[in-house]
């Protein structure tokens, strides 16, 4: 019944709390759904899934809200390749989050989405990640014309390739 049903929160919940549940047969109908979030949730929270199989699924999906979490909270995930993903989609939130908190992430390059955008609330915040490349971050801002996030750069301009102070000083400020 379960597995004609297309309830696919029940599948997953079915093969994680029954223990004669065919989690293959109810992993087939996830991985043919090609839906992400199941996929990201099967592979979750079923600890007979196959992490690789779901993971290409949600990877195809083109989506950087799933490919984040997925690298961020499935053991085993292969972190480049969800972060290829996420770096492609020029989403703003996921890059910064990606770098943030997903260990492993190579700050610099989820950067450079953030630097290449202009937003300045990104670009000040992602200035304060450890691995940065600040000097960038910061030319964004000096560069926009906007008083108030200058401002907060203008007094610490001299010390421009001073990454570290600068880096203190930002953090100071949050």
């Known amino acids: 019944v379960v597995l004609n049903s297309n309830d696919y929160g029940c599948m997953i919940k079915f093969a994680e709390t029954i223990e004669e549940a065919n989690v293959n047969c109810l992993a087939n109908k996830i991985l043919e759904s090609k839906d992400p979030l199941y996929n990201y949730r099967f592979a979750r929270e079923v600890k007979e899934a196959d992490i690789e199989k779901h993971a ?32 492609e989609s020029k989403d703003l939130k996921y890059n910064y989050l990606f770098a943030k908190e997903v260990k492993g992430a190579d700050v610099r390059r989820h950067g450079k989405v953030i630097i290449e955008s202009g937003d300045l609330s990104y670009n000040w915040d992602f200035a304060a990640l450890p691995g940065c490349d600040i000097i960038a971050h910061k030319d964004v801002i000096m560069n926009s014309g906007d008083d108030d996030y200058i401002n907060k750069f203008d007094p610490w301009y001299g010390e421009r390739y001073d990454t570290e ?7 100071s400020l949050k």
């Open 165 to 171: 102070v600068l880096k203190q000083k930002i953090l």
């Open 56 to 87: 290409q699924v949600v990877i195809e999906s083109k989506n950087p809200q799933y490919n984040y979490s997925f690298a961020l909270l499935i053991k085993g995930a292969d972190i480049e390749k969800h972060a290829q993903v996420v770096i």
